[in-house]
């Protein structure tokens, strides 16, 4: 089964992801890391990518479509994959259209802006080890403190409240029309997310099943 993650940033699409891909033996194809593989491996499309990201530049759809491409060929996917932060906008989705490239099913997770910003903005990270808490859902045993390693906790810059709204406003703008693309083609299954992940997971694993 070729599969596509969609959601806002913080609504928890990743960990869905990463849940499918063992339950069902397939690859999670994930945009981040396989750019980051592409020029670790120095490929064509690779080396591309690396021109735009030392000079500071977005990589441009073309270059991250060309990786995508590559990725999907590999042995792995042969079976099926998860697509997670890909496609991000209309064109790209276009693109893996004229690509060949099949897709069963899209799932999008969905969280309402507030509580991905409640979500998000309380996140704590250790300076030292990078353990991660919550000061609501896990918190540490002392303020402020890595019950790890006794290192300091900060709030991440990605996941300050103003910065969390900004990504949640492109997201909106830019990769939510995805919805209705794939509404279109009878392929999207909306899963509204859960405060428990094991709540949200089997509702996904029901939207895979119909």
């Known amino acids: 089964m070729n599969i596509i993650?969609?959601?806002?940033?913080?609504?928890?699409?990743?960990?869905?992801?990463?849940?499918?891909?063992?339950?069902?033996?397939?690859?999670?194809?994930?945009?981040?890391?396989?750019?980051?593989?592409?020029?670790?491996?120095?490929?064509?499309?690779?080396?591309?990518?690396?021109?735009?990201?030392?000079?500071?530049?977005?990589?441009?759809?073309?270059?991250?479509?060309?990786?995508?491409?590559?990725?999907?060929?590999?042995?792995?996917?042969?079976?099926?994959?998860?697509?997670?932060?890909?496609?991000?906008?209309?064109?790209?989705?276009?693109?893996?259209?004229?690509?060949?490239?099949?897709?069963?099913?899209?799932?999008?997770?969905?969280?309402?802006?507030?509580?991905?910003?409640?979500?998000?903005?309380?996140?704590?990270?250790?300076k030292a080890c990078g353990n991660s808490y919550h000061l609501e859902y896990k918190k540490p045993a002392v303020d402020g403190v890595c019950d790890g390693c006794g290192g300091e906790l900060v709030q991440r810059k990605d996941d300050a409240p103003e910065t969390v709204l900004e990504r949640l406003k492109i997201y909106h703008e830019e990769t939510e029309p995805l919805k209705a693309y794939y509404e279109k083609q009878n392929k999207l299954f909306i899963v509204e997310g859960q405060p428990e992940v094991k709540d949200t997971t089997a509702l996904t694993l029901k939207a895979l099943e119909d």
């Open 5 to 126: 993650f969609l959601g806002a940033p913080g609504a928890g699409k990743g960990t869905q992801a990463e849940i499918v891909s063992e339950k069902l033996s397939i690859p999670t194809v994930s945009t981040g890391n396989i750019i980051r593989e592409a020029l670790k491996n120095g490929t064509p499309m690779g080396l591309k990518a690396k021109e735009f990201i030392e000079a500071g530049k977005l990589v441009p759809d073309e270059v991250v479509i060309g990786i995508i491409k590559d990725r999907l060929a590999c042995e792995d996917c042969k079976n099926g994959f998860i697509l997670d932060g890909f496609p991000r906008t209309i064109p790209q989705a276009e693109a893996l259209d004229e690509m060949g490239v099949v897709i069963d099913k899209v799932i999008d997770i969905e969280v309402a802006d507030e509580a991905i910003a409640a979500r998000m903005s309380g996140r704590r990270v250790c």
